[in-house]
């Protein structure tokens, strides 16, 4: 079989021109060169990878960041990537109630389809930049890098409001393996195995985990996560480092809540398949100057399956079963030109998306059933520089999409870092502007039968600029940070119910809205003890609503955005030894507006404030005699006041909770 249909059998479609470009860079890579030093590729401690095509430190980097350790998270006794992002600065995670339902992220007040996740630098979203946390489990992450503002000139579109980056353990030193076990309140039973190993030349690691909960509802409310996930890297010489790597989940949601969050269905569940798949080459060519490749792949597949409760559930709208199928496959080349303290990296990248749907009604009246089938290619050329002089370190980057459905659109950034003082103790002053911009669904595009899509929309775009400041005091003992951000949105897609004509189709490009902040942070380090907070004041604003008119509309101009807190604050306390680690976090969510869906039309209601309270600890009670721990005993505790609250009006979140669990290491 010709390589280009073996390709195509894989998603891409690729012309015969581009097929020939990518391997003739490729041969290139391949090519003998003499053998140089090089920077060990499996070690990035101090390094930010999200923020530009080559590693950089973090005091270069314009924009505010996060970096969550993979090692603290599960210490905490998190097992999903949405609960490790909750208490961050900028960031608000909401579930539709029990564990297992949609979850959604919002950053900086954008909206939830403007986040772009990555897993080791493949795109995790659909195509239109939806993503549910729900089915990212923390199992086999090295650490999570979380990047506010917007980064399309580097990752085209979805990256409208920042990027999330879950980046895949690898093994070091000797075989090792862990196995996990955790048991608590709603039937909560989690088993995770990991294992892998390591040297200069070589490592890979591996886990498969599960995670089941029978749900906090009285009934068809059970969860069920799945994961299985493995990462490898070779470097056969100084010159090549090959990394590849695989990510996949399967879920099984039981719901028994209709749209106002009412329990009335004892049958009704969501299913779920998740693929992500990467290869990626690196080729020094001199030791100023390296050729990249990458291939992607990311896969959703699920559905509804909502059957008759009983025989006597006839009338009306009575059965339901929904399957959908989403794909993105790409590959990437890029140059990259390094010298000491400047960087210029050029790429091209193509990518394919396709949907495949099917749909079926059961009515008194009848079945009716859907069918769609719709895909897209796009072609992107991106450049990226990065300078540092003395104290002072920017970023400049460009991007243009060619879509072969909404034409070409750019993107930009840029951002500079300045250190005033004598070291990098000292201040630290950072400022960075940029657009984003974020593609239609297929839905959008495409619908048919009862919405009419259209093919003709506009990606939805961003413009945003934020400054922040950093200092440390008593040798760095005390940091604090602070960062204004402002971003606007425009041509955001509005679904619009009543047309003029029947044929005219129910998505436009017309409703503009803004979000402004302000984030902080302060932290005191006094090992073992660390106190931690951080406080996000937020304003968000329709400043165009289209074609929404009254209350219970999704815009409504002067009105804030749906389900974004106005303020929020975190605060913990971690007393770490060689013997035992404990914390205690406490979270202050604010109101935010919500609509009432048991009312038609949806009316505008007011959610109030919500407080969180939680402890974990975990006891080293065994150890080895490299000093390395054995046996870990956990006990975590959530939601200790027992605050009755919702996240999504009608869904009611879990009360309070209580986990065990035991962490075996062997050698």
Not at 479 to 494: E, G, L, M, P, W
Not at 567 to 594: C, M, P, Y
């Amino acid at each position: 079989m010709a390589i280009t249909e073996k390709l195509s059998a894989l998603g891409f479609k690729i012309e015969r021109p581009i097929v020939s470009t990518i391997f003739l860079q490729l041969g290139l890579l391949i090519t003998p060169h003499g053998t140089f030093a090089q920077e060990a590729v499996f070690h990035l401690e101090g390094l930010v990878v999200t923020a530009s095509p080559l590693p950089r430190e973090m005091h270069s980097i314009a924009n505010h960041i996060t970096i969550l350790e993979g090692e603290e998270i599960r210490a905490r006794g998190k097992t999903t990537v949405a609960e490790a992002l909750r208490e961050l600065p900028g960031v608000t995670v909401v579930r539709g109630g029990s564990y297992g339902a949609v979850t959604s992220v919002f950053l900086r007040g954008g909206e939830s389809d403007y986040t772009l996740v990555l897993v080791d630098g493949v795109q995790a979203n659909e195509a239109g930049g939806n993503f549910d946390f729900a089915s990212l489990t923390t199992d086999n992450i090295e650490r999570i890098e979380i990047l506010r503002g917007p980064a399309s000139a580097l990752y085209g579109s979805d990256a409208i409001a920042g990027v999330i980056h879950i980046i895949t353990k690898l093994g070091q030193g000797p075989p090792s393996a862990s196995v996990s076990y955790n048991t608590g309140s709603f039937g909560k039973q989690d088993v995770i195995a990991e294992f892998g190993t390591g040297t200069e030349r070589a490592a890979y690691s591996m886990s498969i985990a599960s995670y089941e909960t029978s749900g906090i509802l009285p009934f068809n409310n059970q969860n069920s996560n799945k994961s299985l996930s493995g990462n490898a890297r070779l470097r056969p010489d100084d010159a090549t480092d090959l990394a590849m790597g695989f990510r996949l989940a399967s879920r099984k949601y039981h719901y028994p809540t209709d749209g106002s969050g009412a329990v009335v269905d004892r049958n009704s569940f969501f299913f779920g398949d998740h693929i992500n798949a990467h290869a990626n080459l690196t080729r020094a060519i001199s030791p100023n100057l390296s050729f990249q490749t990458l291939v992607g792949l990311n896969q959703t597949s699920g559905g509804t399956d909502d059957a008759p409760d009983n025989k006597a559930d006839s009338l009306g709208y009575y059965g339901y079963t929904s399957s959908d199928q989403f794909r993105r496959a790409s590959g990437e080349v890029k140059l990259h030109a390094n010298m000491q303290s400047a960087s210029a990296s050029i790429g091209f990248e193509y990518e394919h998306e396709s949907q495949n749907s099917f749909t079926e009604s059961l009515s008194q009246y009848g079945a009716t059933y859907g069918k769609s089938r719709n895909d897209r290619d796009n072609r992107a050329y991106f450049i990226a520089l990065t300078n540092s002089h003395s104290k002072i370190s920017y970023n400049l980057g460009g991007r243009l999409e060619d879509n072969e459905r909404f034409g070409s659109n750019k993107s930009w950034q840029a951002g500079a870092t300045w250190t005033p003082g004598a070291n990098l103790a000292g201040p630290l002053l950072k400022v960075a502007v940029g657009t984003g911009i974020k593609e239609p669904t297929f839905y959008e595009n495409f619908a048919t039968g009862f919405v009419t899509g259209n093919p003709n929309l506009n990606p939805e775009q961003s413009t945003s600029w934020e400054f922040g400041a950093e200092q440390n005091f008593i040798q760095s003992i005390f940091r604090i940070s602070a960062t204004y951000f402002n971003q606007k949105y425009r041509d955001v897609i509005q679904y619009v119910a009543l047309r003029q004509n029947p044929l005219d189709p129910n998505f436009l490009n017309v409703a503009k809205a803004e979000s402004k902040g302000l984030e902080l942070e302060a932290q005191v380090d006094l090992q073992p003890v660390q106190i931690g907070s951080s406080w996000t004041l937020l304003r968000t604003r329709v400043t165009d609503s289209g074609f929404d008119e009254g209350n219970g509309a999704t815009f409504v101009e002067g009105q804030s955005l749906l389900r974004r807190p106005g303020r929020k604050f975190s605060s913990w306390v971690r007393l770490a030894s060689t013997k035992t680690d404990i914390s205690v976090h406490f979270s202050r969510i604010g109101e935010r507006d919500d609509r009432d869906f048991s009312t038609y039309p949806a009316t505008r209601i007011t959610m109030p404030t919500h407080n969180l309270f939680s402890i974990e600890s975990a006891w080293r009670i065994l150890r080895k005699t490299d000093n390395q721990t054995a046996v870990t005993f956990r006990i975590k505790g959530e939601n200790l006041l027992d605050e009755n609250y919702q996240e999504i009006l009608g869904f009611q979140a879990p009360g309070r909770n209580l986990t065990i669990g035991i962490t075996a290491h062997i050698n």
